[in-house]
Structure formats: C-alpha cells, structure tokens
C-alpha cells in the first residue's frame, strides 16, 4: 500500500507541474495541498495519544521514509526470465539481446532522476508534516515520559536528521526550571547546531538514564545528530565528550 501510495503522489506532483493552460496544474496542485493536510490529521490522531499504538507509530515512520526517499518505493522488478546462451548461439542474437538490456539500463536511470526531480515538490509538506509529528512526540517525552513515542521519534529523526527537525525539538522540549536554563543558556553560548544542543539538552540526560533496558534507539539518535554536523572534527569532539559522560 506504501508503495501505490508513493506512485500515486509522483502522478500527481508530474501533473501539478505540468503547464498546459487547461487549469489541470491547478487541480492537482489543490489535490496535493488536501492530501498532506488529511495525512497530517489521520497521522496526529495515531501520535497524539498516550497509548499511541507501537505498530501504528512503526507504519507511519516506514511510510514516510518511502516518501522521503523515492528510490526506495520504486516498484521491485517482477521475477526476470533467464536466457540460457549455448556455445553455438547466433552472434546477431546476442547484440540484439545486449542492446535491450543497455535500453531497460537507461530507461531506469531516466525513472530514477525523474523521480528525484518530482520529489523537490514533496520536499517542503513532508518536513513540515515531520515537524509537526516530531512537536508532539517530544512533548508526550517530556511531560510523560513515554517511552514508545520516544522510539518514534528516534525513527523520524533516522531519515530526517535535519537542523530544522532538530530546531523544533529544541523550541518545544526546553526545561523550565532556572537551573535547566542557565545550563542550556551555556550550551547555546558553546554550540550553534541546534543538532548538536538536542544532544547536550536531552539525549545525553536520556543515556545517563540507568533504568532503561533497551538504548539502541538513542544510539540511533547520535548517529542522527552526527550526521547534521559540518565536519569530522566537530563529530570527534561529540564522541570524546560522551565517553566522558
């Protein structure tokens, strides 16, 4: 189902970008618009729960991933038949055999860079759809410390590790209590990445947390922050401060 979707929303995005004077852009511009806002609204139904449902939660970060990077929700190849060749095989039939297989090798990598192009269009509803998906997740972290919303928002930030993602966590999963503040306020002073303050604000308060039984996913969540940073050598300074930690 992923995957038709994914399809369904290329189509769409091809002919929204289609100029034709015919207004047929226009419809399927208003038809990508209702799509994220209705994707938005099922998907905040599912999240914004205590009790949200794990394998809902789970389903929802796959299907965005699909999204994000459509590559990966390009339809797998049905089952291909295989040419046994024996030694006394026509030379002509070969070439003839050889020049389909350069011809379906082209047609592919013309899919591939035509769906890039068309995922330029989806680029700006998805983060701002992962942004607000990623807002109340920290907050049920924060205020409940629950632990499955958590677990998502470690698989959002897993495709999504960008500054702005980050830049929201910040905004919303901020302490109030002065001490907290002053500390952050340090913090800031130190770092500009707000990639890199997440890691000192929060997940390093949720490693040094000894009652948790499974980590894996804040490990996850480092390896989000590390790829937001700008050099190896920031990287370097991260890892060595958590093996102080």
């Excluded at 990623?134 to 928002?153: D, G, M, P, T, W």
């Excluded at 997440?198 to 969540?221: A, G, P, Q």
Aim: proline share 2%; with cysteine.
């Amino acid at each position: 189902m992923f995957y038709e979707i994914a399809e369904t929303l290329s189509s769409w995005e091809a002919k929204a970008e289609l100029s034709n004077g015919n207004g047929t852009d226009e419809v399927f511009q208003k038809l990508l618009s209702d799509f994220w806002d209705h994707l938005l609204k099922m998907y905040v139904l599912h999240v914004d729960t205590l009790d949200a449902d794990e394998k809902s939660l789970l389903a929802i970060s796959d299907m965005l991933e699909m999204l994000q990077n459509p590559k990966s929700a390009t339809k797998p190849n049905n089952r291909k038949s295989l040419k046994i060749r024996f030694t006394d095989e026509d030379e002509s039939e070969r070439t003839t055999e050889n020049g389909k297989l350069t011809e379906v090798r082209n047609s592919d990598s013309e899919m591939q860079a035509d769906l890039q192009h068309r995922s330029l269009l989806r680029k700006e509803p998805l983060e701002n759809l992962v942004c607000n998906l990623a807002e109340l997740s920290i907050v049920y972290v924060n205020e409940q410390k629950s632990e499955r919303h958590l677990k998502f928002l470690s698989a959002l930030l897993n495709s999504f590790s960008s500054n702005r993602v980050f830049q929201v966590l910040l905004e919303r999963g901020s302490d109030a209590s002065s001490a907290q503040a002053e500390s952050q306020n340090e913090v800031k002073a130190h770092h500009e990445s707000p990639s890199v303050q997440f890691l000192y604000m929060n997940l390093i308060t949720w490693l040094k947390e000894d009652w948790r039984k499974d980590t894996h996913f804040l490990v996850d969540i480092l390896y989000s922050v590390l790829n937001c940073c700008n050099s190896n050598d920031e990287r370097k300074i991260i890892l060595d401060d958590l093996t102080k930690v």
